[in-house]
């Protein structure tokens, strides 16, 4: 499935409200939003990794029950809406090493944060406050897009 634009995605994030993926202290909504407000306090520059944060988990919402099979089905997901960039730290999430290429410095950063934001109780704000930045990120892309 490819997410065809920011509505959908932020359907598809607000279904993780209430879902929790196996020994997890909080749900999807919430890990992803720590996640991202994590990500957002340690490299406010980079808007990208911070969506990547994000949406780095929609793939267990694309195919529930997959604990180790999600990173492909939500990379896939995100890159024709959000770019390769964070379609790849989307794929690496869960493996990220050194060795991960160009990627490699963003992904570690993005699976630190991914492994530190299953606080329950954390207020890491709400989904609304992403969709200007979500909506961002998607322009930027669908440009560039255009010019390949």
Do not use: C, F, N, Y
């Not at 499935?1 to 909504?29: I, K, T």
């Not at 939500?74 to 290429?101: E, K, S, Y």
């Amino acid at each position: 499935m490819e997410l065809r634009g920011v509505d959908e995605l932020m359907d598809l994030l607000r279904a993780g409200r209430g879902v929790r993926a196996p020994g997890d202290r909080v749900d999807l909504l919430a890990h992803s939003l720590q996640t991202a407000a994590l990500l957002r306090r340690g490299r406010p520059a980079d808007k990208e990794l911070q969506i990547a944060g994000l949406t780095h988990d929609v793939g267990r919402l694309l195919r529930p029950g997959d604990g180790t099979g999600h990173t492909g089905p939500g990379a896939h997901a995100v890159r024709t809406l959000l770019g390769d960039r964070v379609a790849g730290l989307v794929r690496l999430h869960r493996t990220a090493t050194a060795a991960d290429g160009p990627l490699a410095e963003d992904a570690l950063a993005l699976r630190q944060a991914h492994e530190s934001a299953h606080v329950p109780g954390l207020d890491a704000g709400v989904l609304d406050d992403w969709r200007t930045l979500l909506e961002l990120v998607a322009a930027r892309h669908a440009r560039l897009g255009a010019v390949d």
